[in-house]
């Protein structure tokens, strides 16, 4: 039998609320040594042997009984044909979903710009988009075809060429739903490979492999480890913590539904945190209550549980105002503004990863279908970063066109500063070109 379990309680008012919501908050992504050290071996094995190295992994770690690389590639009829096996409603759900996204990232699309100076001098900017950028998604049997459509599609609409998925296929289970997302989602190249190998091969090349400019998508921490090590050589999006929600809520909102709310992050994995905020300490109450009742009737009932135990909350503010100052502290990757009027409360929040708004805006909508990107800031870097998005797979590079006289202007500027700074030649090649 199951022990009932009584969620974290929290009070706002409680001197030592700042340092008792630090602990909930605290979480440490750093790889152990062990885990850096096998990463940096498998990153230079990778390096040094290329594809040879990526079969011999992909054998040992996956049980996959491939011999050549040639093996660990799907081309593009293999992810049509995905297309056709899966069910009528699941492509239907999946075209839908590809629609909306790639609708709510092409208001996103950055173009290039110039102004022209009265002196004849032009000045912009050009906006170019990356080469070639790789995916990870997991595979076997966990699916994500959701991710696959929230990393492929704004690269797509920013304009790159070829985009390359690598995914593991333990013990050569391939996923359908998965390689059906990747053809409606516009993928070039998929390759049947994963963990850091993975990514190293997309960061340096091998024979089949192409190198990347960058590389998005989840992954174990192995994986994190490898795009740790990896970044600089390419780009990458994020390394991601674990799942978050915050519900702000007056007391307004059904319970049942909130509880499912913060089921909805907990079910993911034991490290998930689902936090509750609310004035209204009777609905805190019934809340919980409701998390009692329904707990048993949940499939991943015991990772909810854990990660209820271990990283959940509710908490108890004076009023909507320190609520607000509340999910400003914590940032979470994903903010609901469950209550009554929520535009009245939207400026009042700087940091979350994105905002659902109103009683009805489930935050599992934002996963699949809603049309921003899942792909969020965790670990309180909202505060700094910002979701994926179009502008993730675009770069810019700045226009400088001086006429004569702007050159003679902006030279003699130049040369006080330059040599301010001691660095003459910078003085005498402004100092060139200024008209006598």
């Known amino acids: 039998m199951t022990t009932p379990f009584a969620i974290r309680r929290l009070h706002a008012a409680d001197p030592d609320f700042a340092r008792h919501l630090d602990h909930l908050l605290s979480w440490e ?14 990153i230079k094995a990778v ?43 699941q492509r239907e ?61 704004p690269a797509k609409v920013a304009g790159v060429p070829e985009v390359v998925m690598v995914v593991p296929t333990p013990k050569g289970e391939l996923n359908e739903l998965v390689l059906a997302a990747a053809c409606v989602a516009g993928v070039d190249r998929v390759f049947t490979i994963g963990g850091a190998q993975a ?51 007056d007391g307004g909102t059904d319970p049942d539904w909130i509880a499912m709310d913060l089921f909805s992050q907990a079910e993911h994995d034991e490290d998930a945190q689902s936090i509750l905020v609310s004035p209204d300490a ?7 209550e409701s998390i009692e009742r329904l707990l048993p009737t949940m ?16 908490i108890l503010v004076e009023d909507m105002t320190q ?54 800031p965790t670990s309180g870097t909202a505060r700094f970063s910002s979701p994926l998005g179009v502008y ?5 590079s700045s226009i400088i066109h001086c006429s004569a006289e702007g050159a003679s202007g902006l030279g003699k500027v130049a040369s006080v500063l330059s040599r301010g700074e001691s660095l003459t030649a910078h003085a005498r090649s402004a100092e060139y070109r200024i008209k006598a």
């Open 392 to 396: 993730d797979f675009q770069k810019r």
């Open 282 to 288: 009777a609905f805190l109450d019934r809340v919980a």
């Open 199 to 249: 990514v190293a091969a997309l960061a340096y090349g091998t024979e089949s492999v192409p190198p990347v400019d960058k590389i998005v998508g989840p992954g174990n921490i192995y994986v994190a480890t490898a795009k740790r090590h990896v970044f600089g050589q390419v780009g990458i999006d994020m390394i991601a913590g674990p799942s978050e929600i915050l519900v702000v809520c």
């Open 93 to 153: 759900a999946l075209e839908k979903a590809a629609e909306r996204v790639r609708i709510y990232h092409e208001r996103q699309k950055q173009d290039s710009w110039t102004y022209t100076e009265a002196d004849g001098t032009v000045l912009g900017q050009q906006v170019t988009p990356l080469d070639r950028a790789g995916l990870y998604v997991p595979g076997g049997k966990a699916a994500y075809p959701s991710s696959v459509l929230m990393n492929a599609i």
């Open 29 to 42: 992504s750093v790889s152990d040594d062990a885990v850096n050290g096998r990463v940096l071996e498998i």
């Open 323 to 376: 609520a607000m100052a509340v999910a400003n502290r914590i940032a979470p990757e994903h903010l609901e503004l469950s209550v009554a009027e929520p535009e009245r409360w939207l400026p009042a929040i700087r940091h979350a990863g994105a905002i659902f708004m109103g009683r009805y805006t489930a935050e599992a909508l934002g996963d699949y279908c809603a049309g921003p990107n899942h792909v969020l």
């Open 47 to 89: 390096r040094e042997r290329g594809d040879e190295a990526l079969v011999e992994f992909t054998q040992r770690f996956d049980g996959v009984q491939a011999t050549t690389m040639a093996e660990l590639i799907l081309p593009r009829e293999r992810l049509e044909l995905a297309l056709t096996r899966i069910s009528s409603e």
């Open 299 to 314: 499939e991943r009932a015991e990772i909810i549980r854990t990660s209820l135990q271990a990283r959940g909350a509710l």
